[in-house]
């Protein structure tokens, strides 16, 4: 596993008794950058939450950041999250505080207790996504790319082995897409892993990377022609 940050096998992914995706097999390698593309309702949020723990594996083997997914018990999931970084299209920053109290916010949930230590983490992760001079400002204060880019912030806080980010560039202007994903390649070429669903093809044209497609219940890998 050493290389592997995620590895499914034979897996079905079910919304309540509904049959989404199923017979999946595909592996995830250190330091990849990945796109789950597919339309609309293809599946691709529905395999991002059985990723994060938030549907739980009913079928099949998956093993991701070195947690078993098929055994995962419900006090488990806190733990699988700190070891993820989760980029949400709808930004899910908390409209009552400041950013650098929604990064706090997280921190403290995530057992951080020394208060300098805090401080210093959330001006790195500031740095990294080029907003080090906002964290005073109130999240409605932030143009669509700022928040985003806040959220790649929250993201980066506990140095997670594996980013999903689901649609991050859903809700955000062309340019403001690329100003976003070029964020997301710098934290890649780090040596950070990304798995990132999108159905913005320009970007994946832009940025050619491994591509995975949802479609007719399956994932599969496609060549970049084959978009």
Known sequence: MQDTILELKDVSVYQKENLVLNNISLKVKKGE???????T???KSSFMKTLYG???LREGDGNIVDMDLKTLKE??????RRKLGIVFQDFKLLPDRTINNNLLFVLKA???KDASKMEVKIEEVLDKVGMKTKGFKFPHELSGGE???IAIAR???NDPELILA???TGNLDPQTSVEVMKVLQEINKTGRTILMATHDYALILKYPSKTLKCDENKVFEVVQRGI
């Open 166 to 168: 689901d649609e991050p």
């Open 41 to 43: 309702g293809s599946g």
């Open 54 to 56: 938030d549907l739980a």
């Open 147 to 149: 928040q985003q880019r």
């Open 110 to 112: 995530t057992g951080w």
């Open 155 to 157: 993201a980066l806080l």
């Open 75 to 80: 006090k488990d999931i806190p733990f699988l």
């Open 33 to 39: 950058f990945v796109y789950l593309i597919g339309k």
